[in-house]
């Protein structure tokens, strides 16, 4: 039988360099734009249009006239059916002098705007900051109850807490994975977080839950069927017999994840991207993070079993 778990300390290495690079990316950042993740505007604060072109208009041609006013980072969205032509703009907060030359530079280059349908709104900073804190709380809230669902799951195995927070250490692993990987992004191609990032955020949290408990769940079931076996073999056991369904489930959604940022929108790219990032570390940590994480944990408790039996 292949032997995962007796090579652990080479995945806990791999993991470390990820790690490390990830942090990295958020320190670089943070030198270069004061934050550690670029806030966009659902954070920070900024204005809203929404516009209807009287006839098909390009993300591209809009964007071209909004980098004419320093606004490259706007995220640009179709709204409602195609027939409407109506788009939505997230930039900066924008002044009054500067809306009524946007909208002319855009009528002049892009197509007529019906101001009967426009809207223009502007989000205050104190909106953004309830945002940010909001968007801490939902991630501790949910950290919290996959701990006491897990401890409540196996609740009949011994040291179930021990589960709780291995599976709190994938899902750490997977969430600094996913940091650094969209801080270098806003590094290289100028994303910045948004409500969307924080969907995937919390979607990734989910995953990072999905496959280890699948691995936990079987050596659950395999721990009173194998009572002679060592709890490290009864592990890797778990993993061979749960490994096919892990990854079928998994590339399934990724194949998916990939043909959408190939021929997606521009918009919607971030959020698959570190999906995507989020679900790839997720299937890596939830067989060489967590469950050989709780391996070293019980052998450790062993031993020292062991030393005060002895002493």
Partial sequence: MFNIVEKRHWYFLFSSVLIAL????????AIQFGQPLRLGIDFTGGSIFVLKFDRPVGED??????????????IVQPVGTPEEHAWQIRTREVTANEVGSILTALEARVGKIDKDAMTFDTVEPAVGSEVTRAAGLAILVAALIIVAFMWFSFRRVPNAFRYGVCTIAGMLHNLLISFGFYALMGIIAG????????????TVIGFSVQDVIVVFDRIRENIPRHKTEPFERVVNRSILE????????????????????LFGGVT?????????????????SAIFIAVPLLVVWEKAAARRGMARTTA
């Fill in 61 to 74: 041609d809009i964007r071209a006239v909004l980098a004419d006013y320093g606004m490259e980072s706007a």
């Fill in 242 to 261: 749960t490994i096919h369904r892990s990854l079928a489930t998994q590339l399934n959604a990724m194949f998916v994840m990939i043909a959408i940022i």
């Fill in 191 to 202: 994303w910045e977080i948004d409500a969307l990032f924080l969907t995937a955020i919390l």
């Fill in 22 to 29: 990830s942090i990295a990316a958020m320190v670089a950042s």
């Fill in 268 to 284: 919607i790219k971030p959020f698959i991207s570190t999906m995507l990032v989020g679900m790839v570390s997720e299937t890596y």
